[in-house]
């Protein structure tokens, strides 16, 4: 699996793209919730990016710019407000994504070529772990600055932090 950087003002993490794609699934679920057109078109920007990352469109490419669309404190405190929204909905779903439905997911890619099915259920609480490394990437307290991510049950290199 490739991986993708998510960073913003200098500090950021590596993480397998599939993990992100499934997390954009969710991110964009709550963007839609709300409805697309209360947001700004920096915002829209974001949805468009995890928009595309969870069609499959974005392999190989997959990344949520956070540098290049949040950059002032308004569209900074929306998505982070779109993200809480994001992590309740996925606490909704329980301790686990199970194979079943994250296949499901794969199955609705714009290209049945993009799909990559997955052997190995998804805790909800790596997803939860993600998004408030996000959040504190925006709020510039995040610690790290090529920090390696990997979901709990997944293969990770040794230095991984395993979430």
Avoid at 74 to 93: A, G, M, V
């Amino acid at each position: 699996m490739a991986d993708t950087k998510i960073n913003y003002r200098g500090k950021g993490f590596w993480i397998e793209e599939s993990f992100i794609e499934l997390l954009s699934e969710y991110i964009s679920k709550t963007f839609e919730t709300i409805g697309l057109n209360t947001f700004s078109t920096n915002l829209l920007q974001i949805y468009n990016d995890c928009d595309t990352n969870r069609s499959g469109e974005s392999t190989g490419m997959v990344g949520i710019l956070l540098d290049r669309y949040i950059n002032n404190i308004e569209d900074k405190n929306n998505l982070i407000s779109i993200f809480q929204q994001t992590k309740t909905s996925i606490t909704d779903l329980g301790s686990e994504i199970s194979i079943n439905q994250l296949n499901q997911f794969e199955d609705n890619k714009f290209d049945p070529y993009f799909a990559s099915y997955w052997s190995i259920p998804v805790k909800t609480q790596s997803l939860l772990t993600t998004i408030d490394i996000m959040i504190s990437l925006l709020n510039q307290t995040y610690q790290g600055t090529n920090t390696n991510i990997c979901y709990n049950g997944y293969p990770a290199i040794p230095e991984a932090t395993i979430i």
